[in-house]
């Protein structure tokens, strides 16, 4: 299995809830902020604002992804005064209808809004290493005939709200958000980015990941990995804390507590210390330690409350 798939089966998605957009010029909405946010533009043009970045176009045909934004904005231009979304369509009204008009009547804009929550709580180890706005643009490289058809059935879906749509338009999603992390790994960064799904591009240090992620129980040293990558001990090092933000170590250890915890939650008649020895500790208290450490809380707790989600959703 080679590494972005693996990361993508820990980071499944389902959406909670998907609804359309119609704007019309001049508009500006707010919305809360939470994880997951996908938004597909169907027709039209508008201004996206997240927290505090720039405002980014966009136009029909483009798919955005929010990892977790504290909150986010739609405007046809930079300086229109911006409404808070609650009070154009109260969030209980929303998610009757999932249709929100707002707008002065001029150049229509029709965006499908949604929000995605992942499948495994580890999930969220992996997602602060996303950028905060992920952008598929229609005119990208990655944009191929079906990428656009895509987005044409979703939108198709939202607008006729058939039996059975929002699974539809779920799945659909999903597969533009297992797009939307290949094209990030691919793309080029600003001086400066860190994160090691950018770290799979480069060629030595993508080596030493995916020998990492194959074998986490493995006994790895810094030297080794160097090895793997071809460098030096003390230029593998340096490079890796400058693209991943973190040491090999550190991420190994990380990397090892996701795995673990997916262990326990798809086996859960598998015995703690032979998790713990899979992912390469030696007793079963030093597991604990770390597991604690990284996830924040025991591996007991985690299997206590996680099996009963389990069984809950059985």
């Not at 996908?38 to 929010?66: E, M, N, S, W, Y």
């Not at 598929?136 to 607008?159: C, M």
Request: hydrophobic letters at 45%; aromatic letters at 8%.
């Amino acid at each position: 299995m080679d590494v972005l798939t693996e990361i993508m089966a820990l980071l499944r998605t389902k959406g909670q809830l998907y609804g359309r957009l119609e704007l019309t010029a001049p508009f500006g909405l707010e919305f809360p902020g939470r994880k997951g946010i996908c938004l597909i533009v169907t027709r039209g043009a508008c201004l996206l604002g997240v927290d505090d970045q720039a405002l980014v176009p966009l136009v029909g045909g483009d798919f955005v992804f929010l990892p977790a934004p504290e909150a986010y904005s739609l405007r046809s231009s930079p300086r229109i005064r911006l409404r808070a979304a609650e009070e154009v369509s109260a969030p209980e009204a929303f998610h009757r209808s999932r249709l929100i008009t707002y707008g002065g009547g001029g150049t229509p804009t029709t965006v499908i809004a949604g929000c995605f929550t992942f499948a495994s709580p580890e999930g969220e180890l992996l997602v602060k290493h996303l950028p905060p706005i992920i952008h598929l643009a229609a005119s990208g490289a990655h944009a191929a005939p079906w990428f656009q058809s895509t987005l044409q059935f979703i939108a198709a879906e939202a607008a006729q709200d058939l039996p059975g749509s929002l699974a539809i338009v779920d799945r659909l999603a999903e597969v533009l958000f297992v797009q939307a992390m290949r094209a990030h790994i691919q793309a080029s960064y600003p001086a400066g980015s860190q994160s090691w799904l950018r770290a799979l591009a480069d060629p030595q240090i993508g080596e030493a990941l995916r020998r990492m992620h194959a074998e986490p129980g493995r006994a790895w040293t810094v030297p080794e990995l160097a090895r793997a990558a071809s460098m030096s001990r003390s230029a593998f090092a340096a490079r890796f804390r400058e693209i991943v933000g973190e040491t090999p170590l550190d991420h190994l250890t990380q990397w090892r507590m996701v795995r673990a915890a997916r262990t326990m939650r798809e086996d859960r008649s598998a015995k703690l210390a032979t998790i713990a020895a899979a992912v390469g500790y030696e007793s079963e208290s030093s597991f604990g330690k770390v597991f604690r450490r990284v996830m924040g809380v025991s591996p007991g707790r985690y299997r206590r409350n996680h099996g009963r989600e389990q069984e809950s959703a059985e």
